[in-house]
T-cell receptor
Framework: NAGVTQTPKFRVLKTGQSMTLLCAQD?????MYWYRQDPGMGLRLIHY???????AKGEVPDGYNVSRLKKQNFLLGLESAAPSQTSVYFC???????????FGDGTRLSIL | QQPVQSPQAVILREGEDAVINCSSS?????VHWYRQKHGEAPVFLMI?????EQKGHEKISASFNEKKQQSSLYLTASQLSYSGTYFC???????????FGIGTKLQVIP
């Protein structure tokens, strides 16, 4: 059972570069989430999706875009990376909003 | 708005008990609890739903006081494996997303 898979696991970018983080789940979950985790800040929701073709903003959406073209995939894009976006990014999925969330192993992103 | 967790950190000896509190300024529909070990992903512990009963998971249980907009996580007879950061997440309507607190770091020592 793969569960939730995030790629890549590590990445170093230069300021201004762009990149896409991929999240894939094989549990047929409707809901998917992108969080960022910074020291002392907990998990903060960036964007989320309640079904294929839908997306919505979370607490800290600025500087990020997302797409959910297929039910199993949720992509997080950084169009012009900034040092403030250095963080650990977690993807999660669930059957619904009041159901357990299953997290991926995270992506460590450093922006120089 | 992030729920407030207390304490921020706690150190226990094996076998001791601990309580972690989570409070919200908004009415709660559900409260989620997760544990994260260093360098790993958060792992689900339990969900408490509005109108639901106290939940239990081995020696870890939780309560949900809707009137006070609070939840508490109880860890009894702690084990070394309980070490980690505990997050509460609150859902305040719509059943779409959860807002997490900043976490409580718990360390169990021999």
């Amino acid at each position: 059972n793969a569960g939730v898979t995030q790629t890549p696991k590590f990445r170093v970018l230069k300021t201004g570069q762009s990149m896409t983080l991929l999240c894939a789940q094989d549990m047929n979950h409707e809901y998917m989430y992108w969080y960022r985790q910074d020291p002392g800040m907990g998990l903060r929701l960036i964007h989320y999706s309640v079904g294929e073709g839908t997306t919505a903003k979370g607490e800290v959406p600025d500087g990020y875009n997302v797409s959910r073209l297929k039910k199993q995939n949720f992509l997080l894009g950084l169009e012009s990376a900034a040092p403030s976006q250095t963080s650990v990014y977690f993807c999660a999925s669930s059957h619904g909003g009041n159901q357990p969330q299953h997290f991926g192993d995270g992506t460590r992103l450093s922006i120089l | 708005q992030q729920p407030v967790q207390s304490p921020q950190a706690v150190i226990l000896r094996e076998g001791e008990d601990a309580v972690i509190n989570c409070s919200s300024s908004k009415a709660l529909y559900s409260v989620h609890w997760y544990r994260q070990k260093h360098g790993e992903a958060p792992v689900f512990l339990m969900i408490l739903l509005k109108g639901g009963e106290q939940k239990g998971h081995e020696k870890i249980s939780a309560s949900f006081n809707e009137k006070k907009q609070q939840s508490s996580l109880y860890l009894t007879a702690s084990q070394l494996s309980y070490s980690g950061t505990y997050f509460c997440g609150t859902e305040t309507g719509g059943y779409q997303k959860v807002t997490f607190g900043i976490g409580t770091k718990l360390q169990v020592i021999p």
